[in-house]
């Protein structure tokens, strides 16, 4: 079997591209299956210099018969403004290509040293499971007055039956394979007095279909807190856009860094490809150093193998992963390692 | 000279309020002023099953002479549903009353464990200033095709140049009390594409007013991974009403717990009345035990009384509440010591 990836690196430390495909490329090796990459420099900034937008018009032509998209980071503010490089991009991918789930694993790994007292691999341990498609993300809306003193801006937050509960039936089953069961949502229904009540009756509905899962709702206020104070609490977290962008950084954190966390953007009914890509941005400010944490980036590409059937190359991977977390000389400098870039992606390639 | 105080103390753990109260009536003999409490017993549950809604049709009659709010906690979902108990009680006030700034600190105090390893008490001192009016926190949008599979549902974030020039400058005139002078700014602008680049432009015309203030600016989801990861670096955050629920919530939890945060309502104009409160909800959970921790009823009166020009009687407050949190006898349970709600009350009226 071979897959056909499309690769697009992006910007910045998106470069950590080729540690990810390296890992890949050895899993491939070691676990008899081919793979045909398509490197494309569309969704940069670079390309957007060159052509004054961020990816072709016939960018669906180009990955659409992709497996699947491996995917770096994209954003160079002194170029190109946020909104515009990112709603070009990364958030077309997610709209046209229907990737409705955000799935992002919050993990404190052996070697990674945790910024929250006295916790140990193992106490935190559970996924974000994030609406990717609708709701606060929207260029809905209006500007009126512009540049006067009575100018007012309005912006919809914009979801849909369809769009709520297919995210929180992923969420349940997800909870399904899981040993303890049990799905928390995020809410602001207490603030937020028409999405999130609508959401809250959502998730209440949805959740009579799976009488084995035990449930709980916190508000995203409180609940960032928990993340905090009681990590081991959660098992699956299901949120809106919004909170779950929110939630899916400061999970990551709190299990030590973002540096290393990956996400998949998937399309569960694999009608278009999935996007897989590290959480962290391009982070301009450390870019082009060579010392970039290649693991999120490697990550994703386990958890994008994970989703294309090669579950044990998967796996092996982030056993490699781990391995090298484990030793200060496979760690990046953000982890109080010794490792640039490529020593590290190097050292995960050989465990593999 | 006297100040007439209007007392509520609410709903569940807001019955707090006469350890606040405690407090307020020992700084007053201590510093030479009166206090003229009017208690209330609206805004609370109770009333709302003997009246059919939360607060009389006259509250600002009630209320509206009074030199500030004294506030305990609202909110008992079994009875009402929060988003009526919220928007009919606390919300009213924040608008009606044009409090347009939230205001709460974060503080690790000594004496209070903290989640976060390594953290010292100076670690974590900054304020977070947050719109209380408008924002995210809407009734404004629709439902449609409800109860069926088509069906939508519409909220829509106001943002108004008055509103987000006045909140930004309190945060820059803060910032100029303080020593380090740094405003950090929410955001959210590459993904929630028109609100937030609105907010960010109007963020950097107020900071040309103020050459002595630096400043930066984050996206909301790694600025959640920023407090629990460099908490040291902020001094003022400002933030929408949303963004700053959320942080307000999670910065007191990277302090150690959100037991013991108080915010204040403000109008900085003093034309209403403004509001103190402590950020803990009614917490039903732990209601009616006499177990509650009564700091952050405390020191929002100690918030309540700087504002209302006290400040050596609230400085007198915080050090007795320091005192009070450094012995195990003097802590409630939820910080690992052996006082209950009156015997911390207690405490820190001795002290004073
Ligand atoms: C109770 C709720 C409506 C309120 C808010 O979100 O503003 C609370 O969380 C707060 O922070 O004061
Ligand atoms: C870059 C940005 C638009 C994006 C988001 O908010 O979705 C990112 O933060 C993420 O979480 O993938």
Redesign the interface.
Known sequence: RTYRIAVIAGDGIGKVMPEGVRALEAAARSHGFGLELDWHDFASADYYVRHGRMMPEDWKEKVGTADAIFFGAV?WPEVV???IS??ESL?QFRREYDQYVNLRPVRLMPGVP?????RQPGDIDFWVVRENTEG????V???MFPG???????????????GVDRIVRFAFDLAMKRERRHVTSAT???????????WDGRVDAIAQEYPDVTRDKYH???L???F??NPQRFDVVVAS??FG??L???G???AG??GIAPSGNINPERAHPSLFEPVH?SAPDIAGQGIANPVGQIWSGAMMLEHLGEAEAAAAIMSAVEDVLQTPAGRTRDLKGSADTVSCGKAVAASL
Chains 1, 2 share one sequence.
């Open positions: 954003g403004p946020d909104h990112l709603w958030l945790c910024p929250l007292a006295g606060e993300y929207s260029a809306g209006g500007h006067t003193e009575r100018e007012v801006v309005i912006q919809e937050t914009v979801m849909t039956r369809h602001k229904s207490n603030g937020i007095a028409i999405t999130m009540p609508f995203i206020d409180i960032t807190a928990q905090v104070l856009n919004l962008d929110i899916s950084d400061l990551p954190a709190c860094t973002i941005g």
